[in-house]
């Protein structure tokens, strides 16, 4: 019998392990950061970008999807998962710019 697991991964702040946030005001090191998260807790579950098939991404300025996309190109490659982009008003930190969640399916 084959087992299946689906990884839901909450929203990931720009923040580092001590919980303050890294790269204000700069939305490249705030998505470095957040996606370094993502691996962290696809790695503890023995996962790997490649399994992540879904991606919802928040950003305060949707003028900042240039900023954040070598980030997201240096994890997925050319092998990207769906995904949404949205623009909303405010995070749960005040300086973050991002906010992503992930589904990986292992």
Known sequence: M??????????????????????????TAQA???FQNIGAVL???????ADVVKLNIYLTDIGLRSA???????CFGQNKPA???QEISRLAHPDAL??????AYL
């Open 68 to 74: 954040i996309a070598p980030v997201r190109e240096a």
């Open 32 to 34: 470095e950061q957040v």
């Open 98 to 103: 991002l906010e992503v969640e992930a589904i």
């Open 2 to 27: 084959m087992r299946s697991v689906v990884l839901l991964i909450s929203g990931m702040l720009p923040t580092g392990g001590d919980g303050q946030l890294v790269g204000k005001g700069d939305p």
């Open 83 to 85: 995904s949404t982009l």
């Open 43 to 49: 790695s503890a579950a023995g996962a790997t970008f």
